[in-house]
Each structure stands twice: as C-alpha cells, then as structure tokens.
Nanobody, 115 residues
Framework: QVQLVESGGGLVQAGGSLRLSCAAS????????MGWYRQAPGNQRELVAT???????KYADSVKGRFTISRDNAKNTVSLQINSAKPEDTAVYYC?????????WGQGTQVTVSS
C-alpha cells in the first residue's frame, strides 16, 4: 500500500529529453521530501536531485542546468525532467520519499542515452 512507482524511462538519443514520473501512495505526500537517485552498472547509487516538502530544490553538479525536479502535491507525484541528455546519464533512476526516520524507495526505471 505504501509505495512509489516510477515511470517514463526509456531510450533517448544524446541531446534529447525525457521526463520521469514517480507516483506515491499510502503516505501523506505533502509532508515528505522527495528525491531522485540513479545507479549505473558497476557504480554506487548517487543523488541526482531533491525537493523538500516546501519546494526547495537541490541538484548534483553533474546535472545542474539540464535536469529539473518538480512535485505536484495534488497528484502525489514528483517528476524529473531530463534535458540535453548525455550518455553518462544512463542508469536506473530511483524515486525516494523521506520524512524523519521513514524512507521509501521505488523500484526504479531504466534510462538509456545513446550516443
């Protein structure tokens, strides 16, 4: 019942755009900080972007100016707009919700950027 479900992943050419979405259920969404993480094969999972319950955003240096995180509390969703995609953006992207000691992860969605 408490879950995050990512969608929107797929194949995109370098320089292209993709929009990922994460739908939350079973939580009071507006109270949670949300984040997008990614993990490429052989790499550690890394933070991509976060957005607080108040809408404040932060980005990893590697994606600044190219990615945009946003949330829609009315729809219980958080999105990640990927622009000017690079091959190094290829990874499984995970959605995370957090509040106090609570932490919830989505199942991930694959993003592949071809050169």
């Amino acid at each position: 019942q408490v879950q995050l479900v990512e969608s929107g992943g797929g194949l995109v050419q370098a320089g292209g755009s993709l929009r990922l979405s994460c739908a939350a259920s079973g939580i009071i969404f507006r109270l949670f900080a949300m984040g997008w993480y990614r993990q490429a094969p052989g790499n550690q999972r890394e933070l991509v972007a976060t957005i607080t319950s108040d809408g404040s955003t932060k980005y990893a240096d590697s994606v600044k100016g190219r990615f945009t995180i946003s949330r829609d509390n009315a729809k219980n969703t958080v999105s990640l707009q990927i622009n000017s995609a690079k091959p190094e953006d290829t990874a499984v992207y995970y959605c995370r919700a957090s509040r106090a000691s609570y932490e919830i992860w989505g199942q991930g969605t694959q993003v592949t950027v071809s050169s």
